[in-house]
Each structure stands twice: as C-alpha cells, then as structure tokens.
C-alpha cells in the first residue's frame, strides 16, 4: 500500500463524513479547474461542508495521452473528478457541455479530431479559445445553469470568476445569467465567486476587468483570502488526480499553494448584458470610436483590405460579420502561410485569398508593396502580442483608411456577436 | 496562461511522462483501517506491468502481492479488507 501510494497508483480516502456537513455546489469550467483554484480551501473545510463538483465542459478531447478518442478522454477525466471528490469526501456531477477546442472542431463538418486537424488548424484553435462565444452557445451555456442550479439545492454556490478561456468566461456569464432570469435559483443560497487559477497568476489585468465588469454591474463582494500553505501537499495531492491534463506545468505558477481567494456575494449584479457579464467587459474596445467612425466611412467600400498575420479564431463567424459591416465589399484577405487554413477552409465568393509567407520579413515587404497598391479601407490584425508592430507598419499606408485592432472580438462587440 | 500545448511538445516530448504533476505527500504512519483505497484510473494491468492508457511501455512490473493488491483495488476496497486478504505483509 505504501509504494502504491507513493508510486500514485492510488489514494486512500476517508471512510465516512458527517451527515450534518453543508451542501456547496462549486461549478467549475473543465474538469481539474475547481481544485487548481480552492483546492486547499475545499481541502480545509471539506469536514463542514458536502462538496459537488459540477464540471460545465465535461464533453472533452484534452488529454495528455495520444490516441484517446473523445469517448475515451471524457470518461478519463470524469473518472479523475470523481475521483478527487471522494477524496473531499464529496461528489462529482458532469454537466455535459462540450470543451471549445472540441466545439472549433465540429465548425468543420466531416472533420475528426485528430493530430493531422491539430496540425492543419493549431494557431486558429488556440485563438479560439480567447474569443468571446457567440450568443447561440451563451444561451446554451445558461440553460443548462439553470437546470444545474434548479436540480442540485445546495446551500451554497460557488462560481468562478472567469478565465481569460472563452469556457470560463461562459461559465461564469452563464452563472450570473441564469440567477438574473430565474431568481429564485439564487434565492436562500450563499453565492460565492472563487478566483481562477492559474489566470490570476498569468493574466491578472483579465481577472481584475472581470471582478471589475461584476462590481459595476451592481455586484456587492466581500474578499475572503484563504491562507492554504498548511495543506498545501494535500492540494498538490488533488491536482495529481487529474494526471491527464500538463498540470505539472500549469502548477508552477506563483502562489498557486499559498493563498486562495473567494468573494462572498451579498448583492447579485443588477445589469447582465446579453453578450455576457464578463465576456461583454472584457471584450470592449478601449477606443469603440474609431471602430465605429472607420466601420461608418467606408461601409459602401466596394473593396476592403483584411491582413491576417495570426489566426483569428473564429473566421467564419468574422467573415460573416464584415460581410454585414460592408454589404457591398469582396474581401482582399492577405493571410500568413501559418494559419491560412483557417481562411481556406471557409468557402466564400467574396473573398479573394493572398498568402503571405511566414515571417517578419515576408510582412515587411508586404508592408512595401501595399504601399504603392490601389488604396482601399484596410484592417489589420496581428493579435495582441503583435499589435504594436502592425500599428507601425500600418502607418506606411498613408493612403489607406487603415484600423488595426488586436482582437477581432473588438469588432464584434460593435456589431454584436 | 493555460493553452493547448504547442504542437512541437506534443509530438516529440515522451507524452507519457511530460508535464507530470509530482507530489510529496508521505504515506500515513498509522493506517486508519477503516480507510478506502480507490485507484487512480490511468493504469491498465498489461500482464505483470502497470501501463499508461495507449501506452504500452510499463510504468512497473509488479511483484506478485502487488499484482494481488491491484486486482482488490478494481474496487473501492478498506485497509483492513486489504490487509486480510494479502496480510501484513500488505502495509
């Protein structure tokens, strides 16, 4: 028993817990997210309160063993957070909704997830999981919080705070959406809001916006900092379980096992926007005006200029959206070699594809020949990372009406998703 | 921030062993008997050896007892029941 435990074969669980303990339901974006991000604190109180994990994304292809298949990867990672809830002497519940790498799959009808898709589309998958979901999965998303919450009567809720991953942020936005249309789900219970780890850690400017968005739409928080540092091997122990995922990686963010923080709700926010509490902030562009005011200029433009240095994430639904914005324009898409798949992919009598080779350089002489190319109303996305090289290269075109913006979520947010 | 790995990692890191979680949790020094061993579910019993799923190189080759203790664990099984299966030798 002894190597077996310390080989990780297995856990020893406590036998019985008290009947008497109080039902807190802690939802949770994927399966591992909960005991990243209270871990210790449902470790620490797990003798006073029954815990039910609820996993929303539970329908997933994510693991770190080749050759699952999404059956297989699913039941996995159940069996993982069930697994890590009996050592809390609690449950596991799994929502069933579907992880997003797995739902930009499905946007390719006959496509299967497999290495030579991930190859062809890796770029575009990983931006999509920094896009903002559409209102069709958002509402989705708040249907089954609402049956989840109707279903499960626990006295208290947890709720996270949303990840800068379009999962979370829906969980979150999916969370407060449904208490705000069904009050009485909400009704008698403590809400809490847990921060996410490792977010917190790697994105704190997101995190803070997000407890920002909540606090203006009326929220009422009280900060509780749950000082975990003495249980922190059990932590560690609970985040071991779900051996499938790159934990070891994502563990080795700073204070991941010193601290955990929750806020407990005392007022609910009063204004949920429709394209989500927390995605809606989070999204907003700093300047909206110049969005508007270059969308307005040249909305009868007969040709527009699109350069994609990085994948969008999402073009069908941005091709979709310049298409309204310009209703009489075909699209002259310059894309990256690196991430042209996902412009090839989506068949469209409006665009015509250039392919630009990878590299600064190739962009630079991109940059060049634009210069003394027929002039036309150009947006330029580079992503975040690459937004102020775009900005500079952009200031070549003196002739062009020129908007560069880091995500295509900005342009979204002013026409609605 | 947490992202899919990049595609080089995937494909050329041994993946079965890459972006383990390692802890330090020593065993007990008293076992409470009434205490339930589950087993972790990533092991499949390929004759004497405990693999990986899709991994067919054994993680360890288990000693008869071990093999013994494994096959209980199919279960949620008790300390003591473990204990009068295999005997004190089982600790």
């Given at each position: 028993?002894?190597?077996?435990l ?13 009947a008497a ?6 939802i ?19 003798h ?6 609820a996993?929303?994304?539970s329908r ?7 050759g699952?298949?999404v059956a ?5 990672r ?29 946007r ?7 290495d030579?898709f ?12 920094v ?7 958002r ?15 626990a006295a ?29 789900l ?8 847990y ?20 606090i203006e ?36 963010v ?33 300047a909206p ?6 969308l307005?200029r ?17 073009w069908?639904r ?6 309204t ?12 070699a690196?991430?042209a ?59 062009n009406?020129?908007l ?14 | ?20 979680l390692?802890t ?5 020094v008293a076992w ?5 061993l589950?087993?972790r ?8 050896a ?42």
């Amino acid at each position: 028993m002894s190597k077996f435990l310390g080989a990780e074969y297995c856990e020893l669980v406590e036998a019985s817990f008290s009947a008497a303990r109080r039902r807190v339901l802690v939802i949770e974006p994927h399966a591992d997210d909960a005991v990243l991000s209270v871990g210790g604190t449902m470790w620490l109180r797990r003798h006073e309160c029954a815990f039910v994990v609820a996993t929303v994304a539970s329908r997933s292809n994510w693991s770190r063993f080749r050759g699952l298949d999404v059956a297989a990867t699913t039941e996995l990672r159940r069996r993982e957070s069930e697994l890590a809830a009996r050592m809390l002497g609690g449950e596991h519940i799994c929502v069933g909704m579907t992880e997003a790498a797995l739902r930009f799959q499905q946007r390719y009808p006959g496509s299967e997830w497999t290495d030579e898709f991930y190859r062809r589309h890796g770029s575009a998958i990983q931006a999509s999981i920094v896009r903002v979901a559409d209102d069709a999965e958002r509402a989705r998303w708040i249907e089954a919080m609402v049956q989840l919450l109707d279903k499960e009567r626990a006295a208290e809720v947890w709720i996270p705070l949303g990840g800068l991953h379009v999962d979370h942020m829906l969980t979150a936005d999916a969370c407060f959406a449904a208490i705000a249309t069904q009050p009485s789900l909400g009704h008698g219970r403590v809400l809490r809001v847990y921060q996410e780890q490792p977010y917190a850690a790697s994105n704190p400017r997101h995190m803070d916006a997000a407890r920002t968005a909540l606090i203006e739409a009326g929220a009422v928080l009280e900060e509780e900092r749950i000082a975990i540092a003495s249980v922190r091997e059990y932590k560690r122990r609970l985040v071991s379980v779900y051996d499938s995922q790159n934990l070891g990686e994502i563990y080795a963010v700073p204070g991941i096992d010193q601290t955990e923080l929750i806020w407990r709700v005392h007022e609910l926010p009063r204004r949920i926007d429709s394209s989500g509490l927390v995605s809606q902030a989070v999204t907003r562009p700093p300047a909206p005006h110049a969005i508007d005011s270059w969308l307005a200029r040249n909305r009868d433009a007969p040709r527009v200029r699109v350069l994609l240095s990085a994948a969008t994430g999402h073009w069908a639904r941005d091709l979709k959206l310049l298409g309204t914005a310009f209703p009489r324009a075909r699209f002259e898409v310059h894309v990256s070699a690196a991430v042209a798949a996902e412009v090839a992919d989506v068949a469209s009598d409006r665009v015509d594809m250039r392919t630009v080779a990878v590299g600064k350089l190739a962009w630079v002489l991109k940059a060049l020949r634009l210069c003394i190319a027929r002039p036309a109303p150009t947006l330029f996305y580079a992503g975040e990372r690459r937004e102020r090289e775009a900005r500079l290269l952009s200031r070549l075109w003196l002739a062009n009406d020129v908007l560069v913006i880091p995500t295509m979520d900005h342009l979204a947010a002013r026409y609605g998703t | 921030m947490r992202t899919i790995p990049a595609l080089a990692e995937i494909t050329t890191r041994p993946r079965h062993l890459s972006f383990r979680l390692a802890t330090a949790l020593p065993p007990p020094v008293a076992w409470p008997a009434d205490s339930l061993l589950l087993p972790r579910p990533h092991y499949e019993l390929h004759g004497d050896a405990l693999c990986y799923p899709e991994v067919h190189q054994p993680l360890r080759q288990l000693t008869a007892s071990e093999s013994e203790l494994w096959s209980l664990l199919r279960q949620p099984v008790s300390v003591a029941a473990v204990r009068e299966w295999i005997g004190a030798v089982a600790d």
